[in-house]
Structure formats: C-alpha cells, structure tokens
C-alpha cells in the first residue's frame, strides 16, 4: 500500500505542479477581461471550447465560470460548449493523463472534450432561449480593468487552483493505490468480456451521477486500465465523469432550463461513449497498457516534486484544520459581521471564498454557507476589507445584512 502510495506521488506531482505553473501563467498573462472579450459574435463556440480546454477548472469550478459568461453577454451555445469541454480537461489535466495512461490517450482526450464542445454549443445555439433563465442570473457585471497581472497574482491563482482540489488529489491517490494493493490483477477484466459498448454503459452509469475531479480522477482510471478495464471505459469515466454530477445538472438546470440540460446530457453521454469506443476500435490502447509505475520515475526531479506537492497539501490540510479548531472554539463574544455573497454554486465556491478571508488579520473564524448564500465572519477585521476580499476571490456581493454581536 506505501509503496503504491509513493509511485502514484512520484508519477503524478512533476506534471502536477507543471499544470499548476502553466495556470497561473495563463492566469496572469491574459487581460482580466479576455474570455469575457472573446465570447461573443462570429465563432463564439470554438473560442470557448478553445478557451475552456487547457483551462484547469473542476466540474464545480466551472459553474460559476460558465454561468458567468451567459450572464455577462455570451451566447448558450458559447457558454454550453464551455460547460461540455472544460471539466474534462486542462493542462495539469492533459500532462497526468500523459504521464499515467501516455500521450496517445492523452491527446485523443483532448479531441473528444473539443469536439463535444463544439458539437454541443452549435446545436445549443438552435435551440429557442428560455428568457426567463437569462433573467434569473442577475444583470450584466461592469468590466473589469484591461491590465495582466504580476507575478505574485500567479502563485496565489496556481495555490487556489490546488486549495480547491487537494482533497480530491488525496481522495484520488488513495483510492489508486487501494486498488493497485487490494484487488486481484485482472478483476475488471469482466468488463472487458462484456465487450467495449457494455463495459463503456456501466462505467457511464457510474460516472454520470459522481463528482470526480479531472485531474484527481487519472490514477483512479489508470489503476482500473491496469487491471483489467477496457481503455475506452477509462475513457468514458474520464469524460462523463468530471462534466456530470447532480451540483452541475441542477446549475444548469436553473441557468439554461431543461431542453438546453437535455443537449448537454445528451452530447456528453453519446460523446464519451462513441469516443470510448473509437478509442478501443481505432487507437492502439498498448500504449496505455505499458505505462505503467517503476523505478525510471524516481529520478531526483520526480522525488522533489512529490515531496513539494506533498508539503503544499498537508500544508492546506493544517489550514483547514486551524480554521475548523477556530470555528469550533471562537469566543462568542467576539464581533460577527454577515455578508451576502452571490455565484456560490459548490464546495469548491465556499472554500475558495473560506480561504480568502481567513486570510484578513484580525479573523478569528469564517463560516461560508448556501442558501442563503452568505459569508458569517468571526473577529475584528473591517467590514470593507472583508467586502473586498469576497470579491477578490471573484464573487459578488448580495445587499448588505445585518451585523450581530
């Protein structure tokens, strides 16, 4: 079990930290309001997916993402085939999937994702709109400052990127190494006797309803191939599992409305199967099949990687567990101040949200809930810097409520 912990570490966290590197370079050198930009018009789909494929956002990252972008202008066929392609991808995404499965399946996924993308916002944009779903998310937000941003903005978008997936990462690892130590080799072979298209139908009923996290997900896809598994139902999980989970279908739901769900469901259920299956018919899955762990990884670059992403991760573990220990045990005398906060659509939302004001001085405690959306914070920290940091972190602010003692 150790030993299967450490070789999943030391062959996930080079191109892990790499991915994080490219993010927040991207995150940087692009103007604030580029996607916003580039989203309307002629070719709005094949931007978004263009856009949306190396970035690194989970499916619960992307709610709000995507539902941003229909609010501030873009059309559903843009915004959807945003939604489509941007959870089953991304940099750090792409370079795991390379890393753990090989560059053959690597990039096929990437196709699949782009093509899903495109094929859902062009038919997205036949359909009717349903005005009402554009009057409920809100009016257009004012555009933000045109300037890139410094390095330090960097690593704090590369740091964020891990704080809202670490548990997944872990849950990931875990899960991986379990099933390398645990199941006898060759126990999902049984999938591969029911055939490609019944062994893709399973996995898809499995995947569609769980959150997995499209990165995190990888060594979990790759244990499974190394038992047994067909490559195309790897593929499968890896496609529909990220860009479906009952908080995405309920966002999308209440932003696009049922026929515009319909299409998304839809294209990624007969995407992933069809590409699973032209996976295992027409691209060599031996590629995938002999990447397996070994000593070529524990080169000194792989071990100091490992060792860094491991201290990032039990640092943000330490984090979170101060601020439970906080909240559990705050002085009820102290000053609480209660912010409406709007875009929050998952955990993901609440704890980056959580983070950025556990950073203010003078916060003793911070608790982030839903419905209704709001911030209750615990301290002495100003009602204005606290207001900024909300929408720092890329959340907007609700009407002001009211402050209890």
């Known amino acids: 079990m150790v030993e299967s912990l450490i070789a999943t570490m030391l062959e996930l966290s080079p191109w892990f ?25 002629r070719f709005a789909v094949a931007k978004a997916v263009a856009l949306g494929v190396p970035l690194p956002l989970c499916s619960c990252g992307v709610i709000p993402a995507g539902l941003g972008l229909k609010r501030d202008g873009a059309s559903d066929g843009a915004s959807l085939g945003f939604l489509i392609s941007t959870p089953q991808t991304g940099v750090d995404s792409i370079l795991v999937s390379a890393s753990f499965l090989g560059w053959p399946f690597a990039l096929f996924k990437v196709l699949a994702a782009a093509v899903t993308g495109l094929l859902g916002g062009l038919l997205s944009d036949r359909l009717p709109e349903d005005v009402s ?3 409920d998310l809100g009016a257009v937000e004012p555009g933000g400052q045109q300037g890139t941003r410094g390095l330090g ?3 704090t978008h590369a740091h964020e990127l891990l704080a809202t997936i670490w548990r997944w990462l872990v849950f990931g690892i875990v899960v991986s190494a379990l099933i390398n130590t645990f199941l006898p080799v060759g126990t999902l072979g049984i999938l591969a006797e029911v055939g490609p298209l019944g062994a893709s139908f399973v996995v898809l009923l499995i995947s569609l309803p769980l959150y997995v996290c499209a990165t995190a997900s990888v060594p979990i896809a790759a244990a ?21 989970n009952v908080a995405t279908i309920g966002a999308i739901y209440r932003g696009f409305g049922v026929r515009q769900l319909i299409l998304y469901l839809g294209v990624l259920i007969v ?14 899955p031996l590629s995938a099949l002999d990447h397996g762990h070994g000593e070529a990884h524990r080169t000194w670059w792989a071990v100091a990687s490992a060792l860094l992403l491991a201290g990032l991760i039990a640092r943000l573990a330490a984090r979170d567990l101060l601020h439970f220990l906080r909240r559990r045990f705050a002085p009820k005398s102290q000053l609480a101040i209660e912010v409406g906060v709007e875009g929050l659509s998952c955990g993901a939302c609440v704890r980056k949200v959580e983070s950025a004001l556990l950073g203010l001085d003078g916060v003793v405690s911070v608790v982030v809930s839903r419905n209704p ?5 615990v301290g002495s920290a100003d009602r204005g810097l606290i207001e900024g940091a909300v929408l720092a972190a890329g959340y907007r602010l609700s009407p002001a409520l009211e402050e209890g003692g």
């Open 271 to 284: 995407g992933s199967v069809g590409f699973g299956l032209l996976f295992d018919l027409g691209v060599s």
């Open 224 to 244: 499974m191939v190394a038992n047994g598994m067909p490559v195309g139902a790897a593929l499968v999980f890896l496609m529909a599992g990220p860009a479906t």
């Open 153 to 155: 903005e960097m690593v």
């Open 373 to 377: 959306d709001r911030a209750v914070i």
């Open 133 to 135: 779903t554009r009057r």
């Open 17 to 41: 930290l790499l991915g994080m590197a490219v993010a927040g370079l991207l995150h940087g050198i692009l103007p604030r309001d580029f996607v916003k930009r580039q989203l309307r018009g």
